[in-house]
Structures are given as structure tokens and as C-alpha cells.
């Protein structure tokens, strides 16, 4: 899956798309609306401010990438006024909508943050495993997250002794 830019009427909208074969074709074929698309500025990596833990890691990463962005935070609410609407994003549902409760997309750095990319985003952390490393980098990049690869390498290497450690502790019950 990915996002498909549509430009109609000089607005810009994102689609959920899938490549499908048919008749020996590769076809896109659109699989969900996400919303109207607003750009954002330009955010600079972040890197390790303090301790990685997998349960507030994306509120981390909200706060960091949307705070350089001029987002402003109230209580678990981010929200910023772009092209004359207010853009807001929970970070405890991972919506990502208007004031006027539409589903929108946010242009930031090389990925667009949206309902989707933060569930998908969501999952991943959830649970990690080891070949799960692209896909960790990509659903950063996918919700326009810019992390410093020595940040990066940290998040990972946490998630993963995290699993390690789970599955040592299942071994030795299963073992006793």
C-alpha cells in the first residue's frame, strides 16, 4: 500500500492505493480517501532527548516533530492553523482531522502524518520483532518523522531488547 497526491482544482488530496496485476497490467487501485493535504515546515532530526521507552515513543516523536513545526499542545490535542483551517492531531487516537472533523493529511518532511501512517505507525511498535526494521524505518519516514540514524539505531535496539527480553522470561517458564 501506499499514498497516492491527486491535484484537483490546485488542491492537493491523498488516496490509500494498492499495485494489483490485472490483465498482465500492474494497476493502482484506490482503497481509501485520507483527506485534503496541508504542508507543513520543514522539521530538523530529532535525536535521543531522553530514555526510549516503546509506550511513550510516539508521543515523543508527536512532540518533537510537531513542536519544531509550530504545532501548539493541549493536553493530548496538537493543533495548528494552516491555509486558514485548524489542523488537529490526538495523540491518543491518532486521529488526524479539521476542526470541522474531516479526516486531512499533513505534509511533513518526507512523509504525510495522517490517521493511517499513525496506526500503521502504532502496530509496528506494538509489536516488534528483529526483520522488522525496514518497516520500522519506512512507517517513521511514511508519517514524516526525520529521525538521526544514531536516534534510530537507539529505537530499535530498545524495542528489540525489549522483545529479547520477553521471550528469554517466556523460555525460562516454559523451561522450568
Not at 497490467?25 to 535521543?48: C, H, M, R, W
Not at 476542526?99 to 502504532?122: A, F, R, V, W
Request: contains cysteine; charged residues 25%; glycine residues 6%.
Amino acid at each position: 500500500m501506499f499514498i497516492r497526491v491527486k491535484n484537483i482544482s490546485g488542491k492537493r488530496y491523498a488516496y490509500l492505493c494498492e499495485s494489483v496485476w490485472r490483465d498482465s497490467k500492474n494497476q493502482q487501485v484506490v482503497k481509501q480517501y485520507l483527506g485534503k493535504i496541508f504542508d507543513a515546515s520543514e522539521t530538523p532530526y530529532i535525536s535521543a532527548t531522553s530514555e526510549v521507552k516503546k509506550e511513550t515513543l510516539l508521543s515523543q516523536l508527536l512532540a518533537q516533530t510537531l513542536g519544531m513545526a509550530g504545532f501548539i499542545k493541549h493536553n493530548t490535542l496538537w493543533s495548528k492553523e494552516i491555509d486558514g483551517q485548524m489542523l488537529i492531531v490526538n495523540e491518543q487516537t491518532f486521529a488526524v482531522k479539521s476542526q470541522k472533523d474531516k479526516d486531512i493529511i499533513i505534509k511533513l518532511n518526507d512523509g504525510y502524518l495522517c490517521s493511517h501512517t499513525l496506526l500503521e505507525l502504532h502496530k509496528v511498535l506494538q509489536e516488534p520483532s528483529m526483520d522488522q526494521g525496514v518497516e520500522l524505518a519506512e512507517s517513521f519516514v511514511d508519517c514524516g518523522f526525520r529521525l538521526a540514524p544514531e536516534f534510530f539505531v537507539q529505537v530499535y535496539t530498545k524495542l528489540f531488547a525489549q522483545q529479547k527480553t520477553q521471550g528469554e522470561e517466556e523460555s525460562t517458564t516454559i523451561n522450568y
